[in-house]
């Protein structure tokens, strides 16, 4: 087996580590990496971590068609899930819906999907977008599909927990509504972040490489991750594993 | 009562220009047999509404023209990148956008459902999305001591709902199985109509097995088979997504005349599926 580790598998390795003690993650439509993470907590689980993945007959629990995850979202029963956004800024507020002035986009995205609601109601939002530019993590998003904060008067048990892109790991403090750089991948660098970062974020006098996958980790992905995910995303799979 | 249609365009012509029309995901039940008839057929100024998103039958259905409205969560195909025909349509400006949330469509889906005329929802306070939505009003949570806001969803009535299901039986009930949100779109809309895969052999609902996952023949107006009829996009349960052919449509439907060219192809003289 090859140890060169390739990023898809280094980001699958971060974001399992976050699902840790976790009893319940669901994952939306669109996110095979999210998906390969999931899979590779439940598989690292030392209890019984349940996976409910969009777009999964194997791995999906739901028996209530598509407002289950939804219903169960506001009743605290999941853990954690995984946004996205083809604009994200500094407040974690995300975009889903386009560039430009809405309804007359420039650049049209698929659209909200659930994000303007489980958001706000499931207490471990990881933000995963791979592409790390000045393009996708902008000052100001050009439409707010969900807010990253809320005013206190608002029932929002929930929201963001991380930002991972495919240079490095941001914590999302809360408190200050804003993002603290929490370690950077192997091969980059701190300069080449603020470089490449929209926004404006916190920098901690210390910043942390991010950990690669252990060779057992990277067995395991290669292996039985890769299959498990090939059911719903076939061509992540095949194109990254050659299964 | 519930007609047995012994072609898919019959059923189909039930269907008006300007209908309101509830369509599902590509991991529910698409109709794709009756959206090529509908193409076909030249059905015009559509609202259709994605519970909560839609897939490939809502970029066919927009790339041929047949759309005014839609109203949706999403316009995904998934792995395959972006919708083609629906992102041209919103560039050029000639289809209208309604952009909601899923849980927001299923609530309001719901509200019709218990014929009710609106329905309590979380989350959206502060996204754009309800800016743009008269018909969504925020209120206070009147059982809470503190001001608490919340979003009302207006119920969402469709005219039809169109579905692709694995099963049917004479008696006219269907088996949905778990997907059981075309459940709640036959429940919330004015008439519904179903192709499905195969014919039950007896009643689903003497099944104990099957009755629960079962839509009975009183909210189904129409039926007709349709063997493979969700092709190219799979059917849960039944046989996978023809990845090979939604490649040769994302390639053929870049462009507007590619778009033509393939809708000539498979919807005015089909080839057989493979």
Known sequence: MSEVIKHEEMLISVISEMLNGMSHVAVGASSPIPGSAALLARANSLTDLRVSMLGSEEHNIFTNGGTELFDCAAQGRIDAFFLGGGQIDGGANINLVGIGDYPDTKVRFPGSFGSAYLYYLVPRVILFREEHTPRVLVPKVDFISAPGSSPENVNRPGGPYALVTERCVFKFDKKKARFRLESIHPGHSLEEIVEMTGFDFDKPSTISETKPPSSDTLKLIRGKIADEISETYPAFSSKLFGA | ?274
């Open chain 2, 1 to 274: 009562m519930t007609k047995h249609f012994e072609k898919v365009e019959t059923l189909v012509s039930n269907i008006p220009d300007s209908s309101k029309i509830a369509l599902a995901p590509d991991y529910s039940g698409c109709p794709m047999e009756a959206i090529r008839k509908l193409i076909k057929r030249g059905v015009t100024s559509l609202h259709i509404i994605g519970v909560p998103s839609v897939g490939f039958q809502g970029d066919m259905l927009i790339g041929a023209g047949c759309v005014k409205t839609i109203e949706t969560a999403a316009v995904t195909i998934g792995e395959h990148g972006l919708a083609p025909r629906f992102t041209s349509a919103i560039k050029n400006g000639t289809i209208n956008i309604i952009d909601g949330t899923c849980p927001a469509i299923h609530a309001g889906l719901q509200a019709a459902q218990k014929g009710i005329p609106f329905m309590p929802v979380r989350g959206i306070i502060g996204s754009d999305l309800s800016k743009h939505r008269l018909d969504w009003i925020e209120a206070s949570n009147p059982f809470s001591e503190s001001e608490e806001p919340l979003i009302l969803v207006k119920a969402i009535t469709p005219d039809i709902t169109l579905i692709h299901v694995p099963l049917a039986d004479s008696n006219g009930n269907v088996w949905v199985g778990v997907r059981r949100e075309m459940m709640v779109m036959a429940h919330a809309s004015k008439k519904t109509l179903v192709t499905y895969e195969k014919l039950f052999d007896g009643n689903l609902l003497s099944e104990e097995s099957m009755a629960p996952g079962t839509i009975p023949s009183l909210y189904i107006d129409g039926l007709a088979l349709a063997e493979n009829g969700a092709w190219p996009v799979g059917l849960f349960g039944n046989y996978p997504p023809d990845e090979n052919h939604l490649e040769i449509y994302m390639d053929m439907a870049k462009t507007d005349e590619g778009f033509k060219e393939y809708i000539n192809e498979y919807v005015f003289e089909p080839k057989a599926a493979e």
